[in-house]
């Protein structure tokens, strides 16, 4: 098979971007000009000044001088034009299996790689999956890494880590656990963050119940590994809401959830050690709805959780100064309406009294932050990765317009266009 045929036979199939995400080979530079520019700073909007793409990454923002003689041009006028958009909370390779479910890790993988590749549809370059069903999310990150499958970038805890009995082992509590691996002890929350190190995890996530002991030695373990570390936070397996106590005093990086789980203490110290929260409200709203495992009612009479609470709680997060990142909880039965599922997020940040902007905010830069990427990405600056969305309407106006976009951009190449030329 010659290089010519390869790159043709990857273009039809539509996974050139998977290439250029592991080595950059077929990149191309870009000049967006003209439309309207919402950087992800949380700057006001302005007129685009212009953003040359190149090998990747934005190389200037303005009249870079000269371009290159290869440049291809975007006009953007009538657009605004955005960072990629970040899913914090996702169980991609979630699924449980019913009656005469012949589910195994195959077909799992291969429903994995559309809903990434849906994800981009949406807009989302950057996913993280905060709990797999066993080495299936190790093996699609490298998969991913080495260009054989397409997709918003994805980033992936493994199984998550738990105590006996804790949090993701209820669904099928006569066998182990898919989606998570149990530990007691700080010995074993260790090994079990070794491990998941060893198998190329990018960060570690942690269920309740835990032990302030447990909880910082796999913070202490994980920054070893330089991973961050998510905890969730309440839920079933936290009767008493002393969750948020012990993972701000266990110095996690971030928090997942808005069930009772501290008070403005808690909230105040989040602030002071930088501990971003991803809400997952979408969430929330749609189990006091009584859509997932526990009713309306047990969630208010067991874990005081209701909707009104959960308001109260996010509002003064807010208050006090607490970010919050972009995450959805989805899982496979939402990739057909993942567009649907991502915008309930959007929208429900709104209630916690956030802006448009401040939404917007959360699904970018500080969704970069709260994964330690910031640096290079989460924002149109220089120097970021080339992921932009180009949209058809002003979403300060309305966030419907985010989930969809005209053309979005990963890694300085176009991998979804709504009317292809």
């Not at 700057?43 to 290159?68: D, F, H, K, T, Y």
């Not at 909370?89 to 449980?96: N, S, Y």
């Not at 109260?312 to 496979?332: C, I, P, Q, Y």
Request: charge should be negative.
């Amino acid at each position: 098979m010659n290089f010519q045929f390869f790159q043709k036979l990857l273009l039809t199939a539509g996974k050139t971007a998977f290439l250029l995400f592991c080595c950059n080979a077929f990149a191309e530079p870009y000049w967006i000009t003209g439309g309207t520019l919402i950087d992800g700073t949380g700057a006001e909007q302005r007129p685009n000044p212009g953003i040359l793409i190149n090998e990747g990454n934005i190389v200037s923002l303005g009249n870079p001088g000269s371009l290159p003689e290869d440049a291809r041009e975007i006009n953007a006028k009538g657009k605004w034009l955005l960072p990629g958009l970040y899913d914090l909370h996702a169980h991609i390779t979630f699924k449980l299996a019913g009656a005469r479910d012949l589910e195994d890790d195959v077909i799992n993988a291969l429903r994995s790689e559309r809903f990434l590749e849906r994800y981009q549809e949406i807009g989302v370059t950057v996913v993280r999956d905060v709990a797999s069903r066993y080495h299936v999310g190790y093996s699609l990150k490298r998969a991913q890494r080495d260009g054989l499958i397409g997709g918003a970038r994805l980033y992936v805890s493994g199984p998550l880590i738990t105590t006996t009995g804790g949090h993701a082992t209820e669904f099928q509590p006569l066998i182990p656990p898919i989606w998570a691996v149990e530990a007691d002890g700080p010995w074993e929350f260790r090994k079990r963050v070794r491990e998941a190190a060893k198998l190329g995890a990018d960060l570690i996530k942690t269920t309740t119940p835990y032990t302030l002991e447990e909880l910082s030695a796999a913070v202490e373990e994980a920054h070893l590994w330089k991973l961050r570390l998510t905890a969730h936070l309440g839920g079933a397996q936290d009767p008493y809401h002393t969750s948020g106590r012990i993972a701000v005093d266990a110095g996690v990086d971030s928090m997942e959830h808005l069930y009772p789980f501290g008070d403005d203490a808690v909230y105040r110290d989040m602030v002071k050690k930088n501990i971003n929260l991803v809400p997952t409200i979408g969430y929330h709203l749609r189990e006091l709805d009584g859509e997932y495992t526990y009713p309306p009612d047990y969630l208010a009479k067991h874990l005081g959780h209701t909707y009104e609470g959960m308001v109260e709680r996010f509002r003064r997060m807010h208050e006090l100064g607490v970010k919050f990142a972009v995450g959805t909880d989805s899982n496979a039965k939402d990739l057909p309406t993942i567009d649907k599922i991502y915008l309930q997020e959007l929208e429900g940040f709104t209630l916690g009294g956030l802006t448009h902007m401040e939404v917007i905010q959360g699904a970018t830069l500080i969704g970069a932050e709260t994964m330690g990427l910031d640096g290079e990405a989460g924002s149109i600056e220089v120097g970021k990765w080339g992921d932009v969305i180009l949209l058809d309407s002003d979403p300060l106006e309305s966030l419907e317009a985010l989930v969809n976009p005209s053309l979005v951009m990963q890694n300085g190449e176009i991998v979804f266009r709504k009317n292809p030329q």
